[in-house]
């Protein structure tokens, strides 16, 4: 019944900009902290930026100021908006919606798979 599904992920240049969208159904959105995740080959998952039901956001240092993530309650999306992109950043992004206080109540998606490239 949950199910939560990136989109907008793809090749781009360095310096390059993409915007994510993950679309949820199944879940009371509106009351879910929602965060995008990611994941490169060999490496750990980590935590990119994170916003609350009241709209408090948090971001890896890495992306500070160049990566923006927003939600949408009518529309049950949130997005991360990637400018300035790095080869660094080339990752599979996965999008997570979570009440923190209930383990239960954790979801992920699928991944989108982000390429930043020359």
């Known amino acids: 019944q949950v199910q939560l599904v990136e989109s907008g992920g793809g090749l781009v240049q360095p310096g390059g900009s993409l915007r994510l969208s993950c679309a949820a159904s199944?879940?009371?959105?509106?009351?879910?902290?929602m965060g995008w995740y990611r994941q490169a080959p060999g490496k750990q998952r980590e935590l990119v930026a994170f916003?609350?039901?009241?709209?408090?956001?948090n971001y890896l240092d890495s992306v500070k100021g160049r990566f923006t993530i927003s939600r949408d309650n009518a529309k049950n999306t949130v997005y991360l908006q990637m400018n300035s992109l790095k080869p660094e950043d080339t990752a599979v992004y996965y999008c997570?919606?979570?009440?923190?206080?209930?383990?239960?109540?954790?979801?992920w998606g699928r991944g989108t798979q982000v390429t930043v490239s020359s």
């Open positions: 997570n919606a979570r009440i923190a206080t209930i383990p239960d109540y954790d979801y």
């Open positions: 199944g879940i009371i959105f509106s009351i879910y902290t």
């Open positions: 916003i609350t039901n009241g709209e408090s956001t």
